[in-house]
Structures are given as C-alpha cells and as structure tokens.
T-cell receptor, first 110, second 113 residues
C-alpha cells in the first residue's frame, strides 16, 4: 500500500486552464514537499510546507498543507506548456524517512 | 543546479560488467540517499547514509553496493546486474537525518543489456 496517494494520476489540459492536484495520506507528516520532474531528470524542489493550514504561493502555483498535516494540494492558475511534467509529493515521517507519492503526470497542450 | 551532481548521466552495461555511479553534494549536508525510479513505480528508497554511516538498507539485492567515503560523496557500485535493474538512479541529500527537505541530483540513467 502507498503511504501517499496522489490524484489524478494523469491530467491533460489546454494552456490557460486552472488545475489542482492532490496528495493524501492517513499519516501525519512533519513536513511535505512538492517536486516537479521532467523526463530523464531528477526531481526539482518546488516548495516545503511545515505548518498545518499553511499556504504558500510561488507565482502561479499555490500550495496548501492540510490542517491535520495529512494532505496537501497544488493549484496551478493559467497553466503554461512549461508546467508540463511529473509532480511528486513527499512527506517527511518518522525521523529519516521520506515517502513519495507515485506522482501526477501533467500535460499542458498549446 | 541543485548542488547535487551525479555522474555518469547515462550508463549502458552488460550483465557481467562492474561499474559505479558517483554522487557529490556541494551543500554541506550530512545525509545522503540513493533512490531508484522505474517506469510506473514510485521512487524507491535504496540506501541512507548519515555522517558516512549507513543507517538504512531497504532490502536491496547485494549486486548493489553503496559506499560513502565522506559526507560529500556517495557511490553505488554495480555488478552482475539484471535487465530489470534498468532505471533512473537518483542521489539526494538533506541537511541531516530528519531534515525537512531533500535535494536531488539529475540522476543516472542505467540500462542493463
């Protein structure tokens, strides 16, 4: 079983549309990270959220950490083709463990 | 540029070969990790090192042998691999065990033929 479930698994949208991807768990995490990964490259850190209820904005990206620190969402406003990639969430749990979701593969069409 | 550098970026090896993957981090971190990423599977943690000491080995076959000579360098020695070992191998580091964030290298694409 997967500790972190991401949804949807795949998302294909037109440029300019908004979207939200989700990262859910029944476990509590001390922090949660979002990464974006392009094919053949390593994941690149987008944000770390630490406090329950925290909202962070990075240009057109808005990240929210659930109040209970079990879930998170990533909202992208007016998606661009450069947003295409695999979005991974990772939760820090139990000292040295980082658990990864299986990712949401986003394709933004021109 | 994430501060974690992996070499080689691409490697093709036969099943009887011996090769090594190298990782170097320039972030002053104390913890380093090897992950394996295969198609359609989540990232799999292989090994964790803290201050050059291995603290986790996630039931990885012995044909993968890690080495951490100092806190900036991490190697993954490969021998007698199988075709199913073909994957993207990612090195990562964090400030310390239990740190909030890990930073990844660009990965080494391994193909076993």
């Amino acid at each position: 079983t997967q500790l972190l479930e991401q949804s949807p698994q795949f998302l294909s949208i037109q440029e300019g549309e908004n979207l939200t991807v989700y990262c859910n768990s029944s476990s509590v995490f001390s922090s949660l990270q979002w990464y974006r990964q392009e094919p053949g490259e390593g994941p690149v850190l987008l944000v770390t959220v630490v406090t329950g209820g925290e909202v962070k904005k990075l240009k057109r990206l808005t990240f929210q950490f659930g109040d209970a620190r079990k879930d998170s969402s990533l909202h992208i406003t007016a998606a661009q083709t450069g947003d295409t990639g695999l979005y991974l969430c990772a939760g820090a749990h139990n000292f040295n463990k980082f658990y990864f979701g299986s990712g949401t593969k986003l394709n933004v069409k021109p | 540029e994430t501060g974690v550098t992996q070499t080689p970026r691409h490697l093709v090896m036969g099943m009887t070969n011996k090769k090594s993957l190298k990782c170097e981090q320039h972030l002053g971190h104390n913890a380093m990790y090897w992950y394996k990423q295969s198609a359609k599977k989540p990232l799999e943690l292989m090994f964790v090192y803290s201050l050059e000491e291995r603290v986790e080995n996630n039931s990885v076959p012995s044909r993968f042998s890690p080495e951490c000579p100092n806190s900036s360098h991490l190697f993954l020695h490969l021998h007698t691999l199988q075709p199913e070992d073909s994957a993207l191998y990612l090195c990562a580091s964090s400030q310390a065990l239990g740190g909030n964030t890990i930073y990844f290298g660009e990965g080494s694409w391994l193909t076993v033929v």
